[in-house]
């Protein structure tokens, strides 16, 4: 095997293990680097792939301390997630900050969307009327809190070192040229 294949086989291994720390160490609901593994791995690596089985394996590894839940609500939960992935690769085809913070930022809107409604309809918390839906979203508000301030931690700061360091590497090339 390559020693490059090695290199990204050790690396994904090592994020794999320091998300599923990240999920089972004691920490405010929801404020996890999951989403953020998604959306860094599609919006760096050439083969967004990685990023999504990283997450993958995480995120079952990580279930398998703290225990897995209704089908349906899993496959909200991990698709959610997965669709950090998607936005990550978008925000890596903008150039415009702007843009790519709220591509992130989307990520946590989606999840809060998605999970709370998967919730309503699939689990037996709240009655499956308008009402119901609109609890189990209120319900999920201090989640969505929570979610939305990691990826600003996890992703939108990150971003913004992203970007000064690409408006650095460019001011270099400039002065080199002149």
């Given at each position: 095997m390559k020693s490059k294949n090695i290199s990204i086989i050790v690396w994904a291994a090592a994020i794999v293990m320091a998300l599923v720390v990240s999920r089972i160490l004691p920490h405010p609901w929801n404020f996890t680097p999951i989403g953020a593994a998604a959306f860094w791995g599609a919006?760096?690596?050439?083969?967004?792939?990685?990023?999504?089985?990283?997450?993958?394996?995480?995120?079952?590894?990580?279930?398998?301390?703290?225990?897995?839940?209704?089908?349906?609500?899993?496959?909200?939960?991990?698709?959610?997630?997965?669709?950090?992935?998607?936005?990550?690769?978008?925000?890596?085809?903008?150039?415009?900050?702007?843009?790519?913070?709220?591509?992130?930022?989307?990520?946590?809107?989606?999840?809060?969307?998605?999970t709370n409604a998967s919730v309503w309809l699939f689990g037996t918390l709240y009655p499956k009327t308008f009402d119901g839906l609109i609890?189990?979203?209120?319900?999920?508000?201090?989640?969505?809190?929570?979610m939305l301030f990691g990826d600003v931690v996890y992703i939108a700061v990150p971003l913004v070192v992203f970007a000064v360091v690409r408006a650095a590497q460019k001011d270099e090339l400039v002065k080199s040229v002149v």
């Open positions: 919006f760096v690596f050439r083969k967004w792939w990685v990023g999504g089985a990283v997450l993958i394996a995480a995120m079952l590894l990580s279930d398998a301390f703290i225990g897995f839940y209704q089908w349906q609500i899993f496959v909200a939960v991990y698709g959610s997630f997965a669709l950090y992935a998607v936005y990550g690769k978008l925000a890596a085809k903008y150039s415009s900050s702007l843009s790519q913070w709220g591509t992130a930022l989307f990520g946590s809107l989606s999840f809060f969307v998605i609890a189990s979203l209120v319900a999920g508000i201090p989640f969505y809190r929570n």
